[in-house]
């Protein structure tokens, strides 16, 4: 593996009972990179990502991340990944530093008790360390598990979902944070769903229900999927959706506020389906936008 992927896997796959979740995915993450990992729910992020940090082995496939074997080295992996789940996993009626504490006496640390104390003054605990976890808002949650997934200084970060729940204001600073631990060397693969977020990342990997679709940066997705999209104003919005996308040359209607965004593959088909309705409304060539990328990848899905 070259030393400049952080995460190199091939034809991963997982089944559980006769589902097949994971579906031959193969990933390359660049040293310093923030691999944003999108798709619906039960699309299989979470288990590809158990995969890379050791928790889950997979039923076939190989590879590498931190240069370690994710068939045969998952413990050495598990050591160096800080690994944040959906769910909020810490001891509710523990406060944030006994919380810490306990994540830095897992992890064998030296001078736990400094490690912590560095870690509270870091990420602004300071005030808040002898507060019980269990009080916290979603937001302040949200720090205290980047807090422990990086007590150990590690490498990588896999982080499934972390703004889920949380406030936009909350969300805002906790992708700042991303953004300084880039700088410091540190790369990142996030799981969302948020297209703010999606666009904030370097690189941007689809999937769904087991299948990885597209990849690259936000202009290479969008290109890939390959769109043209007109913007629409007017009256009777959702009237004209219904008509439009009975229309073989429209790929998708997407309704944002009070435009409609409608994409076609064929740029010289869509117009001329479009023509009869040219002069009731307002009608505008846009950019095609990640998220109308998106819609349309997820339409296309075979398990939809």
């Known amino acids: 593996m070259s030393h400049d992927f952080v995460i190199d896997v091939q034809n991963l796959n997982k089944s559980y009972k006769n589902k097949h979740v994971v579906k ?8 310093g990179e923030i691999f944003g990992f999108l798709g619906p729910n039960g699309s299989g992020k979470t288990t590809t990502i158990r995969m890379l940090c050791g928790l889950l082995t997979p039923d076939s496939g190989s590879g590498q991340c931190l240069g ?10 598990k050591l160096r990944v800080g690994y944040m789940t959906q769910k909020f996993s810490f001891y509710e009626d ?4 006994e919380n810490l504490e306990f994540v830095a006496q897992i992890y064998n640390m030296s001078k736990p008790k400094q490690r912590v104390a560095a870690m509270i003054e870091r990420m602004g605990f300071k005030q808040r360390q002898n507060q019980l976890t269990g009080t916290l808002s979603g937001g302040w949650k949200q720090r205290v ?6 007590l150990h200084e590690p490498q990588l970060l896999l982080l499934d979902e972390p703004t889920a729940g949380v406030d936009p204001k909350a969300r805002r600073i906790f992708w700042d944070e991303i953004h300084e631990l880039r700088e410091q060397g540190i790369t990142t693969l996030v799981s969302t769903h ?12 689809y999937i769904a ?6 990849h690259g940066t936000t202009q290479e997705v969008v290109q890939q999927v390959a769109l043209h999209t007109w913007e629409v104003r007017g009256e009777n919005l959702a009237k004209l959706a219904k008509e439009l996308n009975r229309l073989e040359a429209v790929e998708q209607v997407v309704q944002f506020g009070e435009v409609l ?17 040219q002069n009731q409304y307002q009608w505008r060539l846009i950019p095609t936008e990640l998220e109308d990328a998106f819609i349309y990848l997820v339409s296309q899905a075979r398990d939809q």
């Open 24 to 31: 031959n995915v193969s990933l390359r993450v660049k040293r």
């Open 68 to 77: 370690y074997d994710i068939l045969t080295q998952a413990e050495l992996i």
């Open 94 to 97: 523990l406060s944030i530093r």
């Open 145 to 150: 598990a980047l807090a422990a997934c990086l």
């Open 194 to 205: 948020y297209m703010d977020e999606a666009e904030r990342c370097t690189q941007l990997a």
């Open 209 to 214: 229900y087991g299948d990885l679709l597209v």
């Open 261 to 277: 965004h409608v994409s076609g593959k064929n740029a010289e088909d869509l117009i001329a389906a479009l023509n009869p309705w």
